[in-house]
């Protein structure tokens, strides 16, 4: 499992004594092969605070399906609250091309190549959250296929294509 600290809010309360301090902590969790989750914990101390959010990260993990095992399927768009963005699937060689928050996302997904960019907002927790809901909408060309009762190769079967390219393609992809 790869965990990574997003962020930590140092908050205070100020009672008769002076002020007490509390800790938020956001962590990103993921397999590195298409399993990823977020997690937000508070507490009095900055590892417990880091435990807790660990913990809840790995109870709301998502399965988001990778091309070849390096990038997206496709485009895609989330938003929560202000924040706004839009990942991009890319070529071999790009790298993770993402502002904080979300090349943590990124890098505890498995993803090697992808475009990001985030538009309103650089609160980590709405980016995140932003992140989280374009990557639930991604789908597979197999899962796609499945759902309308096709074959892989019929979805990719584009105008001007040979069959067999596309045969390929769909071998490809199905892996």
């Known amino acids: 499992m ?18 007490r301090f509390g800790f938020a902590a956001l962590v990103v969790v993921g397999d590195g092969s298409g399993r990823v989750g977020f997690g937000h914990g508070k507490a009095r101390e900055v590892p417990e605070a880091i435990s807790k959010a660990t913990a809840a990260a790995r109870k709301k993990m998502i399965r988001v399906p990778l091309k070849e095992g ?15 963005v839009t990942v991009r699937t890319a070529p071999p060689g790009t790298g993770i091309i993402a ?10 997904l498995g ?3 992808v475009v990001t960019k985030s538009v309103g907002t650089s609160n980590p927790y709405n980016m995140i959250r932003a992140t989280f809901d374009a990557l639930s909408s991604q789908t597979s060309p197999k899962s796609v296929a499945q759902r309308r009762g096709k074959k892989v190769a019929d979805l990719l079967g584009r105008g001007g294509a040979s069959e067999a390219e596309a045969e390929a393609d769909a071998a490809a992809i199905a892996e």
């Open 70 to 84: 390096r990038t997206l399927h496709h485009d895609g768009k989330g938003h929560f609250g202000a924040g706004k």
């Open 111 to 113: 993803v090697a190549d």
């Open 2 to 19: 790869i965990e990574k600290l997003v962020h930590i809010n140092r908050v205070s309360k100020t009672v008769k004594g002076g002020k």
């Open 99 to 108: 502002g904080g928050p979300m090349r943590a996302v990124f890098e505890s």
